[in-house]
């Protein structure tokens, strides 16, 4: 005999939506790169090929959105330094090759969004940085395993370079700029490698400190 009412299933998204909410997170990432976060939501709804209340529906407000997109980026970044540590057998052209996907993703493009009324301690955006942390840590320890890399460096020195090399310079008299990233990317790749020509000054940069003085 019953003795309840049997629960309702939570219904799954259907996979046409979930492919519109992954339009919607990459064409806003696009445009948050070319034109900032404060890029119109209608123009963001017309590159991703649906409408404004599609674009609502998945997500109410701009802040939302930012926060799918800041989580989305973290995550495929890690992706891409999990993937290079499976087919990279050599630990430092794995780091060279992770440093240069990473820059495609342009996540110095993020920090301008970082701004108030973003929940910067929201547990999921935790859990991306910690995966994200995490696979850049096996990247740098094994190439410094395996005397390749300088001791002196640490995984925030890493991250805030990639920021700083990525980040769209303000104004528009840089309009090529992205010619020149890959380009400098490699120069400091040139400086991680071991054996280091250089003292630097400071400590290491790490994941925590960066954490702390932000």
Known sequence: ??????????????????????????????????????????????????????????????????????????????????????????????????????????????????????????PELLAGRERLEGAVDSLMRRARQAGRLRDDVAVGDLLVALSQLTRPLPGSACMNFDQFVHRHLQLFLDGLEAPARSVLPGTPATWEGLRRDS
């Open 1 to 122: 005999m019953r003795t309840g009412a049997a629960r309702p299933r939570a219904q799954r998204p259907r996979a046409d939506a979930l492919r519109n909410r992954e339009r919607i997170v990459s064409a806003a990432r696009e445009m948050f790169v070319e034109s900032g976060p404060e890029v119109p939501l209608d123009e963001i709804a017309r590159r991703a090929g649906v409408g404004n209340a599609t674009l609502y529906r998945h997500f109410p407000d701009r802040t939302e959105l930012i926060h799918h997109v800041v989580v989305s980026v973290l995550s495929r970044t890690a992706d891409r330094a999990r993937a290079v540590i499976a087919e990279e057998a050599d630990p430092f052209d794995a780091l060279r090759r992770f440093v240069h996907a990473a820059a495609d993703e342009r996540i110095g493009a993020l920090c301008p969004m970082l701004a108030d009324g973003f929940d910067r301690e929201h």
